[in-house]
Each structure stands twice: as structure tokens, then as C-alpha cells.
């Protein structure tokens, strides 16, 4: 029996993307509670998040403006394998009292979830990035391209993830070329290209001065 590329790889990613969740779930925690959550996306469900981030409303709602990062990922999720969210609940309190989170104390940020303002633990915030930083370390040590984005996690959040109070999302990539690396010049010249303009007046367009 023998196994072709595209089976090779099929069965290899879900394989890496089973480890990178175990990388995130067992990244350090605050006080060692756990508040992460991890799925994967692929298909007819990534094609919506990614449908939902490329919306006049998302971009209306988190960048106010269509900004040249943001549509430069909506191009290269479409070639990503799939996506690892990883989300966290933000609002239980450490009771450290670090005042990290715009509020004197912990009692005082727990008052202010109770009165429904959106307010986040910087703790809980921390322990994201330990379980994302953990999870790319894996696929990168798996020979996985990989990147970590926010908006493509936020529009996985307002889908399918929602309750959780801010969600990061790891694009995978496995191809013979890295399709994350120089994403942004080659989101330009391609744009400039099938616009038949300039990268200069794209560049005016989306409000970038490289002077």
C-alpha cells in the first residue's frame, strides 16, 4: 500500500493540530485555572468566519476602516489548511489586585462585570497568549506554517465560539512555499496588478506614508 502527498498531509495535520491543542491546554495558567478553549476549523465553517471578517460591518466594528493587514489575511486564510481558535473567559477575577485591568482592585472589577461593562482580566489575558505562543511553537516545530491573527479569531468568536471573551486564531499552511511570509508586498503588488494602478496609489488608498 502506498500513501500519496495529499493523504500524507491530510493525516499529518490532524495529527499536528491534535498536538498543538495539547500545547495550549497545557501552557501555564493563572493560578491553574483553567478558563482556555480550543477547536479547530476547516471548510464550509472557516469559509463563513473568513466571509464574516471580509464584511463592511466586522471591519466597521473592529478596524473602523478597511486596513491593508486585514485584507491581505482575508486572501491568505482562503489558501490556510484550517484554523486553531483559542479562546478565554475574561471576566473571573485572580484576586491579585493588580489593577492591570483599569480597575483599582479586584473587588471593584468584579462590580463592574456584575454592572455589565466590558471589562477583562489581565491574567486571563496573559494565559492566551501562553496557550497560543505554545501552540505555534508546536506547529512550528512540526514543520507547519503558521500565523497567529486576532481578526480572524474575533470572527470565529461571533460565530461559533461565543462565550468567550476574546479568541485568537492560528492559521496552518503546508505547501511548498510559505504563504504567510511577505503576505503584505505580495497582497499589494497583486492588488496593484489586478487593479491595473500602482502600489504607490494603493499605498495612498490605504492611508500608509513610508516616508
Given at each position: ?136 511553537r508546536t506547529a512550528a516545530e512540526l514543520n507547519i506554517d503558521n500565523r497567529v491573527m486576532y481578526d480572524i479569531g474575533e470572527a470565529i468568536r461571533r460565530l461559533f465560539m461565543k462565550d468567550c471573551d476574546l479568541v ?44
Amino acid at each position: 500500500m502506498s500513501k500519496d502527498f495529499k493523504e500524507l498531509k491530510r493525516d499529518s495535520i490532524k495529527t499536528a493540530v491534535g498536538l498543538m491543542a495539547l500545547s495550549a491546554k497545557t501552557a501555564p495558567k493563572s493560578k491553574g485555572k483553567d478558563d482556555i478553549e480550543i477547536k479547530y476549523f476547516q471548510g464550509s465553517e472557516l469559509e463563513k468566519a473568513v466571509k464574516l471578517m471580509n464584511s463592511n460591518k466586522f471591519v466597521q466594528d473592529t478596524t473602523e476602516k478597511r486596513e491593508f493587514f486585514m485584507d491581505s489575511d482575508v486572501k491568505v486564510l482562503k489558501e490556510a489548511e484550517g484554523i486553531l481558535a483559542i479562546g478565554v473567559k475574561t471576566k473571573k477575577a485572580m484576586m491579585i489586585n493588580c489593577g492591570k485591568c483599569g480597575c483599582k482592585n479586584c473587588a471593584e472589577f468584579i462590580k463592574a462585570v456584575t454592572d455589565g461593562k466590558d471589562v477583562n482580566c489581565a491574567f486571563k489575558i496573559m494565559d492566551l497568549g501562553f496557550a497560543a505562543c505554545s501552540a505555534a511553537r508546536t506547529a512550528a516545530e512540526l514543520n507547519i506554517d503558521n500565523r497567529v491573527m486576532y481578526d480572524i479569531g474575533e470572527a470565529i468568536r461571533r460565530l461559533f465560539m461565543k462565550d468567550c471573551d476574546l479568541v485568537l486564531g492560528i492559521a496552518l499552511s503546508v505547501k511548498g512555499h510559505n504563504i504567510f511570509f511577505d503576505r503584505y508586498l505580495k497582497f499589494f503588488v497583486d492588488k496593484a496588478r489586478d487593479e491595473k494602478t500602482s502600489v504607490d496609489e494603493l499605498l495612498k488608498e490605504y492611508g500608509i506614508n513610508l516616508n
